[in-house]
DNA sequence: AACTATACCGGTATGAGAATGGGTTTCTCG
DNA sequence: CGAGAAACCCATTCTCATACCGGTATAGTT
């Protein structure tokens, strides 16, 4: 085994992710955040929606400066599921 | 032109991102460091060196969670390059 | 009704991440 | 000297991110 398919654990990951960043758009549109994160708005509707379930490190780094939002509340958000509790 | 070859400057980013995740491993071992991480020695190597200039955003969570970095301070680390300075 | 903007979707193409395995070097310790 | 760890290097392979295209659907405006 080369490279392990995405597991539905990191799928919804994604989509975790997506929900996040689409909601810290708010009222702007798709174009306008992709084009000022530098990337194309195809590429964005992907991430929001969770077809591309793990983007890359500096993609979303880019779109975390055009929305305003913090790496680590980002990470936290997506990966801080419960699971394995204490 | 469907996927744009990374440019140079792409690459001096996974760089600096490499050297940055080098230093924060201090004297653990790669090995270590890599499945405290959950990935495998060889990407780790590929990543501190640059051969791998645009990991994953929760590859790179989860190092920056292995070594105790601030993904925001990562981030700004890599991106925030002297170019154009006055 | 026609036009516009926005978003969703499928398909296609290509570059690159991620993993594996094998090989090499260097160092340290028994 | 031999054994082991640690890191580097290369080749291979699979999967996926990114981008572009065309088409569709909806809502708002004129």
Redo the contacts with the bound molecule.
């Keep these: 085994?080369?490279?392990?398919?995405?597991t539905p654990e990191e799928r919804e990951r994604?989509e975790r992710l997506g929900r996040l960043l689409?909601s810290a758009?708010g009222e702007?549109?798709?174009?306008?955040v992709?084009a000022s994160a530098?990337?194309?708005?195809?590429?964005?509707?992907?991430?929001?929606?969770g077809?591309?379930?793990?983007?890359?490190f500096?993609?979303?780094s880019a779109l975390a400066v055009a929305l305003g939002l913090s790496l680590d509340e980002v990470a936290q958000t997506c990966v801080l599921v419960p699971l394995a509790p204490v």
């Design positions: 085994m080369v490279r392990t398919p995405l994604g689409r758009r702007r549109s798709m174009v306008e992709a530098g990337l194309s708005a195809e590429t964005l509707r992907k991430i929001e929606t077809r591309a379930p793990t983007p890359a500096f993609t979303v």
